[in-house]
């Protein structure tokens, strides 16, 4: 779940479009 | 007033932001969970934020110049302004009435979350004090601009790049201001100093996460 990431892990996810988690 | 090249870059940076908002099913959980016990309130809070910056992430792609920065630097700008941005989104939306819930519920949510109200009570000042300055959502939106691109972040190599980025919405800002607000020439220099208020809610934010955790 997203609340299990970090936000440099949401951060990064986010920067290359990927919002499966 | 704006040179042509302003007002394109403050149109450009406004189609981006009025695309700022947080998912419909986020906002839907707020309004439909009777419950109001502090796990759950604990797990909206933590989606909330991740949705903020996510949606951050995507109107900070946007933002001329960034693209072409080093990949490390954006993940340090984003990283050094997640909060900051945060918190200013939040008092637009709760000084502006963004939200088409009930901004009280969402009160009653943040204080009954766990969070001591030793963070909380400076939160909803500061709030207060954003409202005060009576922004339009140009200003938000640009304020929001200057405080992604702030060059001094930790980890930043290229600070340089940061500061050419910035610039050219610093000066946007100081012309909105005086445009908007005629009457009160200290606007800009204001909105600075918030910015300096915004700062110590970083500080806050981590010690009152550690705080969260520990409870």
Known sequence: ?21 | ELTQEQKDRLQFVMDSYSKNRIPQDIATKLVLQDENNTDENFVFLTDMATSHVQVLVEFTKKLPGFQTLDHEDQIALLKGSAVEAMFLRSAELFNRKLLEWNTDLLEERIRNSGISNDYINPMFNFYKSVGELKMTKEEYAVLTAVVILTPDRQYIKDKESVEKLQEPFLDILEKLCKIHHPKNPQQFARLLGRLTELRTFSHHHTEMLLSWRVN
């Open chain 1, 1 to 21: 779940p997203a609340s299990n990431l970090g936000l440099e892990d949401i951060i990064r996810k986010a920067l290359m479009g990927n919002y499966d988690d």
